[in-house]
């Protein structure tokens, strides 16, 4: 009796624990389908005429499908100027602050130097204070400089960031420290330990800490739209907000931009997915 009664009750826990993974799987897919709908929903929107874009009863399919917005979106608004500058400035972003992150992180972690603490704290303040809380003392203080609406203007401000160096210290961290020992009983400087023996060893959060940089600016509408006189100046979000707000909303071209924009990200995650995981595994930030 006392068998079959143990029996009973692990048949019955093996079937709570199916019952449960069953009820996770779904709960999980349908949080992913209710977070994806925007982007699917701009996705079939790209390929319907403006007309049916607009419709006051819109469905999911289009009803009619056409590459027709894929091709006025050029000529509609400088796109492929738009396009241009967005490349530059979020590319010009990640690559000074990955330099930046990277040479700050790694001070933070390994040297010993008075008021690193200090420094430390200063930066997990920076991490808690809304961008937009110091967007207007930014902008005022980068036209004092004679970079008002320019280029450099936009990328310099943004050439370091507070969660890249707590991000990259948090990785050297995790680095032993017997490598660093090796290399100087080796007679290697600070600067060569740096440079040929703890950066290679960043690759991971690297291309990481690029990802979360190069979306991050990729997708920024706020600081390019503040710092853009015209839409031929701005990036991407920033020329496709402005051609909203300028003309009678065309939905279709709208979407067939904002597809269009997707494609750099989608590839740039797809070439680094791998190592995506690792470098937020060897972070701590999990």
Do not use: C
Not at 36 to 41: A, E, L, R, S
Request: avoid cysteine; proline fraction near 5%.
């Amino acid at each position: 009796m006392a068998q079959e009664l143990v029996a009973t009750d692990s048949a019955l826990d093996r079937a709570l624990q199916r019952m449960w993974k069953v009820a996770m799987a779904v709960a999980m897919v349908t949080v992913g389908l209710v977070m994806i709908f925007p982007i699917i929903w701009s996705f079939f929107t790209a390929f319907k005429p403006n007309a049916e874009a607009a419709s006051a009863a819109p469905s999911l399919l289009p009803q009619t499908w056409t590459l027709e917005n894929f091709f006025e979106i050029w000529s509609a608004i400088p796109f492929a100027q738009l396009y241009g500058n967005t490349i530059v400035f979020a590319g010009s972003v990640m690559v000074l602050s990955l330099a930046f992150d990277t040479m700050a992180g790694y001070a933070l972690a390994r040297f010993e130097f008075r008021g690193r603490t200090v420094a430390f704290i200063a930066i997990i303040v920076m991490l808690m204070i809304p961008y937009q809380a110091v967007i207007i003392p930014l902008y005022e203080l980068v036209h004092s400089l004679g970079l008002g609406q320019t280029m450099a203007g936009m990328i310099i401000p943004r050439s370091a960031n507070a969660f890249g160096v707590f991000f990259m210290r948090q990785f050297f961290l995790a680095l032993p420290r017997n490598l660093e020992e090796a290399a100087r009983i080796d007679g290697a400087n600070e600067w060569t330990i740096f440079t040929r023996v703890m950066l290679p060893l960043t690759r991971p959060a690297l291309l990481t800490l690029g990802l979360f940089h190069f979306q991050f600016n990729w997708n920024d509408l706020l600081w390019p739209l503040v710092m853009s006189n015209n839409i031929a100046d701005a990036t991407l979000p920033a020329g496709l907000a402005l051609f909203a707000g300028q003309h009678v909303v065309e939905y279709g071209l709208l979407m067939a931009g904002s597809v269009l924009a997707l494609v750099p990200l989608i590839l740039f995650f797809l070439i680094i997915q791998r190592t995506f995981v690792a470098g937020i595994a060897t972070t701590g930030l999990k």
